[in-house]
């Protein structure tokens, strides 16, 4: 088993920037794909971003191409999450997520684990 563990999520106004953080613990394997998923009041969780565990491929959802940015630290089991220029629909629920493969994946259902999330609140 691995447990996730997010931490960053706040308050913020738009504009603003924010750093989350995922720790993994447990029965972590090399080649594991990392992503963040979000889920706004209302609405189904979508994709936000992905990494390959090289670091050499990420993939985002459109909507925040350009403002945020994954990135992971294989040696203390972290993955980031940056996001800049925060607007208020970017205000969801976000969501640490690894699957037991290498490439990147934009669907929940392929990824094995996942975190309780981190709350992200952006005022207008």
């Known amino acids: 088993q691995v447990q996730l563990v997010e931490s960053g999520g706040g308050l913020v106004q738009a504009g603003d920037s924010l750093r989350l953080s995922c720790a993994a613990a447990?029965?972590?394997?090399?080649?594991?794909?990392m992503a963040w998923f979000r889920q706004a009041p209302g609405k189904e969780r979508e994709f936000v971003a992905g990494?390959?565990?090289?670091?050499?491929?990420?993939r985002y959802a459109n909507s925040v191409k350009g403002r945020f940015t994954i990135s992971r630290d294989n040696a203390k089991n972290m993955s980031y999450l940056v996001m800049n220029s925060l607007k208020p629909d970017d205000t969801a629920v976000y969501y640490c997520?690894?699957?037991?493969?290498?490439?990147?994946?934009?669907?929940?259902?392929?990824?094995?684990?996942w975190g309780q999330g981190t709350q992200v609140t952006v005022s207008s």
């Open positions: 997520a690894r699957r037991r493969a290498s490439l990147v994946a934009a669907q929940e259902q392929d990824y094995d684990y």
């Open positions: 447990g029965r972590t394997y090399d080649r594991d794909a």
């Open positions: 990494i390959t565990w090289s670091g050499g491929i990420t």
